[in-house]
């Protein structure tokens, strides 16, 4: 493909800073420093205009949390982003280069993308398990250490300059990329970067080293085929290339093994990935994510009981997660903790708090 080109002007046109102040305004409306800006947004979208125009955009000092991340409990440091100006730059950018980015990544790259979550990386894995099993007989699971933090801030440019010769676009990608060593987890831009600074990786593993089945979830990496040796050479050829061209390291914890099928019993392994364990001819939950809606469940049925009110965060866990039964094999697990919570009731929830939300937005606006 060929290189990008005048891109810049499109990036500052008053008409993204506006959608880009909006865009950046989701799910956060509430916020005090927020409603200020939209308050006047004619205005702050000038600013941003005004601030891209000149070149005096420097990115703010991240604020650091401490998030756990699902089921697993796992804590994470999040760097955190100022909404004015930081949040609204990001998205400045990326209105522009999002479909120019996705038309180059590859089709089963998944992760944190628009269209691209957890059920297109579902489909991908499935995609041989129920359908292609003769292809599927075994199966490896690599990831990355540490992707985001281990991204070489000079590797990460190169790779932009590759693709892109609009010297000013540039200046900007090169201001986000030189405010943290490695990619900040709390940036809207951050998937974006890792998804396109691995993107030669997934077409290394599909065009050159010619692997069935592949599948990646941000670090997370799947593949699958009918011959164990093959596999074994392409994770060989794929540490080479992780650590020589894009300066990072596999965890050494992956082995290849046999993908268990229906009547198998304990014998041989599961795909577990994205939430879902995968089988020939089948896919179950998680464990840890069954276990999550078994409690969530039973926590439900006892604040109904005593006459309790459901929260919006307790109604759209549980929603989301019926949502994920719905697309696997988990009849047992449906019929008796699913089925037994009044789902319209937590919709009602849920569709109550979207009125609130909506209203309290037009209310901003005027």
Same mark, same amino acid.
């Given at each position: 493909?060929?290189? $990008?080109?005048?891109?810049?002007?499109?990036?500052?046109? !008053?008409?993204?800073?506006?959608?880009?102040?909006?865009?950046?305004?989701?799910? %956060?409306?509430?916020?005090?420093?927020?409603?200020?800006?939209?308050?006047? /947004?004619?205005?702050?979208?000038?600013?941003?205009?005004?601030?891209?125009?000149?070149?005096?955009?420097?990115? @703010?000092?991240?604020?650091?949390?401490?998030?756990?991340?699902?089921?697993?409990?796992?804590? !994470?440091?999040?760097?955190?982003?100022?909404?004015?100006?930081?949040?609204?730059?990001?998205?400045?950018?990326?209105?522009?280069?999002?479909?120019?980015?996705?038309?180059?990544?590859?089709?089963? @790259?998944?992760?944190?993308?628009?269209?691209?979550?957890?059920?297109?990386?579902?489909?991908?894995?499935?995609?041989?398990?129920?359908?292609?099993?003769?292809?599927?007989?075994?199966?490896?699971?690599?990831?990355? %250490?540490?992707?985001?933090?281990?991204?070489?801030?000079?590797?990460?440019?190169?790779?932009?300059?590759?693709?892109?010769?609009?010297?000013?676009?540039?200046?900007?990608?090169?201001?986000?990329?030189?405010?943290?060593?490695?990619?900040?987890?709390?940036?809207?831009?951050?998937?974006?970067?890792?998804?396109?600074?691995?993107?030669? $990786?997934?077409?290394?593993?599909?065009?050159?080293?010619?692997?069935?089945?592949?599948?990646?979830?941000?670090?997370?990496?799947?593949?699958?085929?009918?011959?164990?040796?093959?596999?074994?050479?392409?994770?060989?050829?794929?540490?080479?290339?992780?650590?020589?061209? /894009?300066?990072?390291?596999?965890?050494?914890?992956?082995?290849?093994?046999?993908?268990?099928?229906?009547?198998?019993?304990?014998?041989?392994?599961?795909?577990?990935?994205? @939430?879902?364990?995968?089988? $020939?001819?089948?896919?179950?939950?998680?464990? !840890?994510?069954?276990?999550?809606?078994?409690?969530?469940?039973?926590?439900?049925?006892?604040?109904?009981?005593?006459?309790?009110?459901?929260?919006?965060?307790?109604?759209?866990?549980?929603?989301?997660?019926?949502?994920?039964?719905?697309?696997?094999?988990?009849?047992?697990?449906?019929?008796?903790?699913?089925?037994?919570?009044?789902?319209? $009731?937590?919709?009602?929830?849920?569709?109550?708090? @979207?009125?609130?939300?909506?209203?309290?937005?037009?209310?901003?606006?005027?």
């Amino acid at each position: 493909m060929k290189r $990008l080109g005048n891109i810049y002007a499109q990036i500052i046109s !008053r008409e993204n800073c506006k959608a880009a102040i909006q865009n950046a305004a989701h799910d %956060k409306r509430g916020r005090p420093e927020v409603q200020k800006v939209l308050n006047r /947004l004619d205005a702050y979208a000038d600013a941003l205009h005004a601030m891209l125009v000149g070149k005096t955009y420097k990115p @703010s000092i991240y604020r650091t949390i401490k998030v756990r991340d699902g089921p697993s409990k796992k804590e !994470r440091a999040v760097q955190v982003p100022r909404y004015w100006p930081d949040q609204c730059v990001h998205h400045a950018l990326m209105n522009v280069l999002e479909q120019p980015f996705l038309q180059r990544m590859y089709y089963w @790259s998944c992760g944190s993308l628009p269209g691209r979550g957890i059920r297109r990386a579902k489909q991908g894995v499935e995609r041989a398990t129920l359908h292609d099993q003769r292809k599927a007989k075994y199966a490896a699971k690599l990831d990355i %250490k540490k992707c985001y933090a281990s991204i070489p801030n000079d590797r990460l440019k190169a790779a932009f300059r590759r693709i892109i010769k609009d010297a000013d676009a540039l200046w900007i990608i090169d201001a986000i990329i030189d405010s943290c060593e490695g990619l900040p987890i709390g940036n809207y831009t951050s998937a974006w970067f890792a998804n396109l600074y691995l993107t030669p $990786l997934d077409w290394y593993i599909k065009q050159e080293l010619g692997v069935e089945h592949y599948v990646r979830y941000m670090d997370d990496m799947v593949l699958m085929g009918p011959n164990k040796r093959k596999l074994h050479k392409a994770i060989r050829a794929i540490q080479t290339y992780t650590r020589e061209k /894009l300066g990072l390291e596999l965890h050494d914890n992956w082995n290849v093994f046999r993908v268990r099928r229906e009547g198998d019993g304990n014998k041989n392994r599961p795909i577990d990935f994205v @939430s879902y364990c995968f089988c $020939l001819g089948y896919t179950t939950l998680r464990k !840890r994510n069954a276990l999550a809606i078994m409690r969530q469940s039973r926590r439900i049925q006892k604040v109904l009981e005593r006459g309790g009110r459901i929260t919006y965060k307790t109604a759209a866990g549980f929603t989301s997660r019926a949502g994920q039964v719905k697309h696997c094999n988990a009849d047992g697990l449906k019929r008796k903790y699913i089925d037994v919570v009044p789902m319209k $009731l937590l919709k009602g929830v849920i569709r109550n708090e @979207s009125k609130r939300k909506h209203g309290a937005d037009e209310r901003i606006q005027h």
